[in-house]
């Protein structure tokens, strides 16, 4: 699958390529949503991996912007350390899958296993 993760930490963004690329997976990144939305211009994505709390265009403006071009992102997961049981419900009705910082590598596996299986990839 393409892979797009956004996070403003670069150690994150590291860990995820690292891992996403050892299961095969083809990864860009990018560390603020305004450089996700100039790479989204020319580009679609199976997956997009973004935190929520950034400094330059937050996570939950760089969702709403992708649920609104479905060509271009099929499935997004939320990272982020400050996801509250009831964000995890909201996102969820929205078809959005949540992974809470600091997360483990099997709990990266089983939400990019969850994505794989969504019958819109």
């Not at 997956?47 to 950034?54: A, I, P, Q, S």
């Not at 992708?66 to 099929?74: A, E, H, T």
Request: hydrophobic share 40%; charged share 30%.
């Amino acid at each position: 699958m393409k892979v797009l993760v956004v996070d403003d930490e670069q150690l994150v963004r590291w860990f995820l390529e690292r891992a996403l690329k050892k299961w095969g997976h083809e990864v860009t990144s990018a560390p603020s949503g305004q450089d996700a939305l100039a790479l989204l211009d020319g580009a679609s994505f199976d997956v997009l991996f973004t935190d929520l709390r950034m400094p330059e265009g937050n996570g939950a403006h760089l969702i709403k912007q992708v649920s609104d071009m479905p060509q271009k992102c099929k499935k997004i997961v939320v990272c982020s350390a400050f996801i509250t049981s009831e964000m995890a419900r909201d996102y969820d009705s929205k078809g959005i899958f949540t992974l809470k910082k600091p997360f483990k590598l099997n709990e990266l596996e089983s939400v990019l296993q969850r994505c794989e299986e969504d019958p819109q990839i």
